[in-house]
T-cell receptor, first 111, second 112 residues
Framework: GENVEQHPSTLSVQEGDSAVIKCTYSDSASNYFPWYKQELGKGPQLIIDIRSNVGEKKDQRIAVTLNKTAKHFSLHITETQPEDSAVYFC??????????FGKGTHLIIQP | NAGVTQTPKFRILKIGQSMTLQCTQDMNHNYMYWYRQDPGMGLKLIYYSVGAGITDKGEVPNGYNVSRSTTEDFPLRLELAAPSQTSVYFCASSLGGGAGYTFGSGTRLTVV
């Protein structure tokens, strides 16, 4: 089955700096790569996603890049703010049998 | 729209007891999923359904059962609770396999 590796497990950045979280996947048939943000005590929330026919997608301060050849994709957050502190999950899939998630990155924004 | 609603939010079970975790969605999504989340382990797929009357096993189905009699509801059943089932359970729904999920707020289950 699909295997998704996510790094780092914890990331601490100064407010205003950029944060980058990286994921690799194993199944070359995967064609959908979403990112979720989970705040304490809540369910994960979709923040951005990308499909295999696109190399990059941006939404305000958040961007995702995809390299299908290397089977890796990354989340970029610019001008980080305190409300960006959360756990972020990458995922891979696209078939009917659900998404495979990475183990998560705890992002800490230092004031 | 309420989205995906899970009940209960918290539950403590004794070993060997049974319970049903409820999940309902009002977005007319055909696809529904149950995941469990353990600290530092991400989310693991337990069962999924692509439509009413159709269910299939995910990565960690042992000890669980599901049913999908309607598009809206996808309950998860634990028959003989074990300490290894202590976890946070999330239900999710989507329009299709390659579409974003909407998650419920989770059920925190402790088996003692």
């Amino acid at each position: 089955g699909e295997n998704v590796e996510q790094h780092p497990s914890t990331l601490s950045v100064q407010e205003g700096d950029s944060a980058v979280i990286k994921c690799t996947y194993s199944d070359s048939a995967s064609n959908y790569f979403p990112w979720y943000k989970q705040e304490l005590g809540k369910g994960p929330q979709l923040i951005i996603d990308i499909r295999s026919n696109v190399g990059e997608k941006k939404d305000q301060r958040i961007a995702v890049t995809l390299n299908k050849t290397a089977k890796h994709f990354s989340l970029h957050i610019t001008e980080t703010q305190p409300e960006d502190s959360a756990v972020y999950f990458c995922a891979s899939g696209g078939g009917a049998d659900g998404l495979t998630f990475g183990k998560g990155t705890h992002l800490i924004i230092q004031p | 729209n309420a989205g995906v609603t899970q009940t209960p939010k918290f539950r403590i079970l004794k070993i060997g007891q049974s319970m049903t975790l409820q999940c309902t969605q009002d977005m007319n999504h055909n696809y529904m999923y149950w995941y469990r989340q353990d600290p530092g382990m991400g989310l693991k797929l337990i069962y999924y359904s692509v439509g009413a009357g159709i269910t299939d096993k995910g990565e960690v189905p042992n000890g669980y059962n599901v049913s999908r009699s309607t598009t809206e509801d996808f309950p998860l059943r634990l028959e003989l609770a074990a300490p290894s089932q202590t976890s946070v359970y999330f239900c999710a729904s989507s329009l299709g396999g390659g579409a974003g999920y909407t998650f419920g707020s989770g059920t925190r289950l402790t088996v003692v």
